[in-house]
């Protein structure tokens, strides 16, 4: 796993080019419209920072750029052009390293590749005693939290959650280190 | 032959996932603020899982309030200005 480090760094890097991206139409935005444009850019540029192989990171991406989202515009122009995208969809089943473990022997057949690529994790056989525990209200909540966590299960759902926890407290702490840089900057 | 292969493969998944959750259970402990810094090793998983879910929210909420601030405070989202410059210098 990559540095937390080096992974702010990646943050960081996407996200001033997200915002550099919004630039033109920037000259008399709202205080309203500009937090927006730090929220979203901020948003799409953590996910990126992943390079599309968590579930979470795709699905944010997605969600952002999906029709009838009332920011689609905004999210596209800060992706940038198509060309330079990563992809959001059509992933491995359990692309993360650790999921292939787990995995049977067995190749899975294209055809059932490509159908479960929506779920995201490769469902466990049986349910153990310790997954019995982490049913009900709370795993929904959970699931609820997570981008696309409704289609995961079990251990990829924990994974996610770990990715995702990791990443979120990356973008808090960069943008929290702005925030007390522009306040320093603005007391000159 | 099948039959006893799957049962195999089946027996060997759960065994493995019930493992792996503990491992991963136990990582998520470690992330999160209010757990960590207890002694006591019994957690379940259900009150990390709950923990978990405060956490995650309150890192949104986060997220939020940084965004709120950061619009006020930067006056244009101008990253090529000098300020842009030096607030980078400040964090890299």
């Avoid at chain 1, 699905?59 to 009838?68: C, F, H, P, R, S």
């Avoid at chain 1, 052009?81 to 089943?93: I, L, M, N, Y």
């Avoid at chain 2, 991963?24 to 757990?35: A, D, G, H, W, Y």
């Avoid at chain 2, 709120?68 to 244009?76: D, F, G, H, I, K």
Wanted: one cysteine or more; a positive charge; glycine letters at 4%.
């Amino acid at each position: 796993m990559r540095s937390p480090f080096s992974l702010k760094q990646e943050f960081l890097k996407n996200w001033i080019l997200g915002l550099q991206r919004c630039r033109s139409s920037k000259k008399n935005m709202s205080i309203f419209e500009r937090k927006k444009v730090i929220k979203l850019s901020a948003d799409v540029a953590v996910a990126s920072a992943r390079n599309g192989i968590t579930c979470w990171s795709r699905a944010l991406i997605a969600d952002a750029v999906k029709e009838g989202n009332a920011d689609k515009h905004l999210a596209e122009k800060i992706l940038g052009p198509a060309s330079e995208r990563q992809p959001t969809e059509k992933v491995p089943v359990g692309a993360m390293a650790y999921n292939k473990r787990i995995r049977s022997k067995k190749i899975p057949k294209r055809s059932s590749v490509i159908r479960r690529t929506i779920k995201c994790a490769p469902q466990a056989a049986r349910p153990s005693s310790i997954v019995k525990r982490l049913v009900g209200k709370r795993r929904q909540i959970l699931r609820s939290l997570i981008p696309w966590g409704e289609f995961m299960n079990g251990v990829s759902l924990i994974e996610e959650t770990l990715d995702y926890i990791i990443l979120l407290r990356a973008q808090v702490d960069v943008m929290r280190s702005l925030a007390s840089a522009s306040k320093l900057v603005n007391l000159n | 032959m099948s039959s006893r292969r799957s049962r195999q493969s089946t027996a060997g998944v759960s065994s493995i996932s019930d493992d792996q959750i503990i491992e991963l259970v136990s990582k998520l402990r470690q992330l999160l603020p209010e757990i960590r810094d207890r002694r006591s090793d019994k957690v379940s998983a259900s009150k990390v899982l709950q923990e978990t879910c405060n956490y995650i929210r309150s890192l949104h909420r986060e997220v939020d309030d940084l965004s709120e601030r950061l619009s006020q405070l930067l006056a244009t989202i101008d990253a090529d200005s000098a300020e842009a410059a030096i607030i980078r210098s400040l964090i890299m």
